[in-house]
């Protein structure tokens, strides 16, 4: 590769290696492209996403605050440091990674509300009408976070779904001074298992409650939703509870879209899986976004030896789910 003088306007030149005859693609645009992704000049659907960091490091200027999602895509085009952007799924994905990162807040204007690293998930639009702000300047807005807003009811006292339990509380439930949820992350074998090494840690004996969730846009997530179906039934005996927030986008052709939620026992959603199952598998998908989570609730406490919960991590492993976030509640000896 050479640098050329200020006079060829700072243009490159890059020689491409002569192909065997047998081999010479006819069309040689696709020869171009292949070498721009080569030098990470361009982005196609099947590259690694930007991160949210790297965005606001390249495509905002000095001291900006805020932007369209749109004017982002526009940065693409315009600023030097910027691949050519050859799928626009990848900015959707970047601007996903700079919400769940906080190195932004995600912003619809048509909905009136934004949303943060803890908000459930957004149907990600690049238009004019979405805007990406940082989280100070959006706390100065005072922008209604998704998940986080409460309107104000009679008296100016603020709504609550439901009361929590007191710290006296959960201390007599799960034994003082120790942790009241065991996490892990990762494919299933792995995040089962740092939860388990976590609960041996810290001398816990049993498991009354598991949680088992996913999110996220990537194609993968599509069988992930398949795979968690069919891996309940293989769960054992237990009361299942899941929650869906699933969001589908069609061929830009048709313009068609789907945004299904649930909540509710695995009864119901029996019904609801042959529907999603069939949307997430069309051909026709250009985008969808999932978060899914299931509430594994024991009749009993669970010991960790426990076959169930082997079975329960098997299961999930088997039907090719990928990488998982597991939530336990501990049981502990001073409890029982």
Known sequence: ?????????????????????????????????????????????????????????????????????????????????????????????????????????????????????????????????????????????????????????????????????????????????KPQRLQGHGVPGQAFQQFLDKAQEHEAIAVRRLEIGFQGIEPARATDLVGMGLAIPQMGKATFGIRLNLIVEFDESTQDAVHIRFQGGWDRYQRLKQVTDAFVKDKRVKSLNVDFKLVVEFEQPVALGDRQLADVRDAVSAMGVSVVDVAAEPVYAEAL
């Open 1 to 177: 590769m050479r640098t050329l003088l200020k006079s060829h306007s700072y243009l490159r030149r890059e020689t491409m290696p002569p192909q065997d005859q047998g081999d010479t693609d006819q069309d040689q645009t696709n020869v171009v492209v292949r070498v721009l992704r080569s030098m990470q000049k361009a982005l196609a659907a099947d590259d690694p996403p930007r991160s949210g960091q790297y965005l606001k490091a390249k495509a905002w200027d000095r001291n900006q605050v805020e932007m369209t999602t749109e004017d982002l895509r526009r940065a693409f085009a315009r600023k030097i440091g910027l691949p050519l952007l050859l799928d626009v799924n990848q900015l959707r994905r970047s601007i996903e990674n700079g919400v769940k990162t906080r190195t932004w807040v995600y912003y619809s204007a048509t909905e009136d509300f934004a949303y943060d690293h803890e908000s459930p998930p957004a149907m990600w639009q690049i238009s004019d009408d979405a805007h990406i702000f940082l989280p100070e300047e959006a706390a100065r807005l005072g922008l209604r976070i998704k998940g986080k807003w409460t309107p104000i009811v009679d008296g100016g006292a603020s709504a609550k779904e439901e009361e929590e339990p007191s710290d006296e509380d959960l201390n007599h439930l799960l034994g003082a001074g």
